[in-house]
Structures are given as structure tokens and as C-alpha cells.
């Protein structure tokens, strides 16, 4: 992408009406507009690093067996009064009447619809189990919104239905989902800790939060620093994480004989990212959910859901990624693999190497932004620096006339000059 065509409206200032250094920086970055309170526009970078979240969650959800499929956002008063949720909802669901007068609503979630398509589609044993997912936007009329989209009003998330046969089937979905989260956390760079957590108005008796230690956190989580030890890529880490304990302060207020050793108690604030629930019947049996068992008697689904906040995710990733220059973005999720800087735009020479350099670049299928505006080299590195993006290839006079580039990581700041080729070679051209 040549920066001079693009849109990307860098802020100079730090916007005052932004408190966290994510919101800041997606403000500056170019990533997102404010539109309404708590509702955002996503500007081109942001919807590269939005769709690369999503597609991440979507990996890990296919790879566990969960199956996609597109709910829509707007639902009908009718199906939640089925549930008995229409009235306990709250002035958080945005409630509203069509030309006929018809009650609807924007969905904050979509137990209820998944439930009666499941209840309309499926008739017997053999079509359980199943777990259902889709990425779509939700409302919920929060009364505060505030951090950016960490805590929007309408946001992007990730959520998931279980069916099974009985209890014990339950309870393999749920852990399955339960691995399935922690390795998309890990895929996108971050060490999210599972936190036991009450179950509230959705009823049953399994729960666990994610959350990304951050100081700007919203909860204060307590945890034992063993949870820290174990390796999410161990077969047996949903067993040992899940048997470690971590619990959200208001939570561990309540337990009066804490089994962890007071060196090993930590407190931190944490970012809930996802959230996973197994709640047994709560739905099947109030909407009706019932399919023919394998002794031709009928059986009421074991549900669970399974959310994942996607539009959340990319603050969250920012608040554990960035310096004081700008966003430091994981490999994973970057907008751009690379940022390819001309130092001297205009300069025959220069233009010349760097306009080669991006065909290469664009030949080897690695994502690029060019910036080849008439701007000074200060202000270009600045740009990329705020951006994030990993890597930073930078073509100028001196590097030209001698057939070199230099090639800067975000990360660590190390700089080294090579040969275009070494540079294709290292960036997996
Ligand atoms: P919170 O406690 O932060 O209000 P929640 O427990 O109400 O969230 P869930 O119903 O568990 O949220 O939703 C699943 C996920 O969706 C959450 O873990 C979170 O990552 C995300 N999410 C929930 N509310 C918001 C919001 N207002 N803005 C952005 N993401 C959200
Ligand atoms: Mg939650």
C-alpha cells in the first residue's frame, strides 16, 4: 500500500479526552473515530488488525471442532421473551419497534437465537454434539462507555454455543473451548490467565474469564504466580490451569481460607478478554430444546457459551504492546509485515531502488505500506514507529549508491544494513 494514495489520519497531539495509552494511541495511529459515544468507526489500519484478530479467533475455533456460521444483529422482542430474558435484561439492551409496531432489539448476545435454530434444525442423538460460532457485532447500551473500544457500546465479538448429550459431554466442549482459548491468546502473543468467575445471570456452575494483565485493567484478579509456570502448549494445561487458583477480588473477598501461600498470592489488574460458561439446561429447557436420546426418549441439550472479545482485543493487545514511541504490534496481527521508508522522495535515485523494492516486496506476498510521501525522513520514521509495524526497511542516498538497505525492527530497535536480497531473504520473501 502506497502511503500517498492511503487513508491514514495520523494525530499529532494526544487526544485529551483519551485516559489510556490504547485509546490514545488507536486515536493517533489512525486506527478508529468516535461516531457516537462508545461507537466507532474503524479506519483502514484498524480493520487490517480487526480482521486479523478475527481470522486468528476463526483459526482456533475451526481447529477445535467449533463450526461458523452468521447470526444476524437484530433479533426479536418474542424469541427473548421464550427465554424469559426480555424483561431481566436491562437498560442495556437497545430495545426498538419496527413500522409494524413489532418489538425488536439489538442483540447484546445470541443465546436465545442459536438455541431455537438449534431447537427448529435438530431432532435426534446423532446431530449432538455440536458447537456453533459467529463473529458479530453486538450492542449493549453500557452506562459507561469509556476507554475506547475496550469498552464500546457496540463491539465485535466472538461467541460460541455448545450442544451436547449429557453433563460429561458438557464439560469436553467446554474444555475444548477452554484450550481453544488459550492458544488464541498465545497465537496473538499474549499470556492471558484464566480466572474462575461467578456465573451471574446466566446461571450453571462452570466459568472462566481471560484476562491480559494490564495496569489500566478493569478487574483486579488474585492468582497463584504457579499459574504463571505452565506452558500453554502442554497437553495437560487446561487441567493444571483450571485447578490453579485465580479469582477476581470480588470473588477471593469471599473466600475466608485461601489455599495459596501468602509469596505466592499475586494481585494484578487485568483486561477480561473472553469469557466461558457452561450452564446445563438453562436454555434447552426453557425454550424447548429437546431431541429423540438413543433409547428413543427425549433429551434436553447441556448448553455452554464461549465469548471472545474481539474489538476489545486489539486496546488490549495495545496495552501490553507499545513504548513511548507508538504501538508495538505482535507478527501475528500486524496491519503491515513491513514499513518500507524512502528517505528522499523526488531523488531520482531513491525513488528508483524504492519503488523496486516494493514490486519485490509485493511479489513476495509480503504485506507492505510504502510511504513514499514527499515528507521529511524524521517525520516518516516517527510514522511507522506510532504504527507499530515490525519491521521498517529503509532506502536512502548513502544505502543506494553503496546497494544497500537498512532494516530496523520495532521491537527491539536494532538496525542492520544488507543487501535487498539478504532483506527479501530475512523477511520470508
Ligand atoms: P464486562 O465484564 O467487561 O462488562 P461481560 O462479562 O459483560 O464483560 P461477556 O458477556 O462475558 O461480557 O462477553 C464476552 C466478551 O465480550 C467479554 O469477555 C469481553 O471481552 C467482550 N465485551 C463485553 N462487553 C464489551 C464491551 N462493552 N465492549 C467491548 N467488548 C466487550
Ligand atoms: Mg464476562
Known sequence: M??????LPLLKETPTDAQIVSHQLMLRAGLVRQTSAGIYAWLPVGLRVLNKIADLVRREQD????????MPTIQSADLWRQSGRYDA???????FKDRHEREMLYGPTNEEMITALFRDSVRSYRDLPRTLYHIQWKFRDEVRPRFGVMRGREFLMKDAYSFDLDEAGGKVSYNAMFEAYLRTFAAMGLKAVPVRAPTGPIGGDMSHEFHILAETGESEIFYDSAIEDVDVT???AVSKLSSIYAMEAEEHEKV????VPAERLLSRRGIEVGHIFFFGTK???SMGLSVQGQDGKPVTPQMGSYGIGVSRLVGAVIEACHDEDGIIWPEAIAPFKVGLINLRSGDAACDVAADDLYAKLQHAGIETLYDDRDERGGAKFAGMDLIGIPWQLVVGPKGVSAGVVELKHRKTG????LSVDAALEKLGG
Not at 502506497?2 to 487513508?7: E, I, Q, T
Request: glycine share 6%; proline share 9%.
Open 2 to 7: 502506497r502511503l500517498s494514495r492511503y487513508f
Open 63 to 70: 481447529r477445535a471442532g467449533a463450526i461458523e456460521l452468521l
Open 89 to 95: 435484561y436491562g437498560p442495556e439492551m437497545l430495545r
Open 234 to 236: 502442554d497437553p495437560e
Open 256 to 259: 475466608t481460607n485461601c489455599p
Open 283 to 285: 436454555y434447552s429447557a
Open 414 to 417: 536494532e538496525r542492520h544494513e
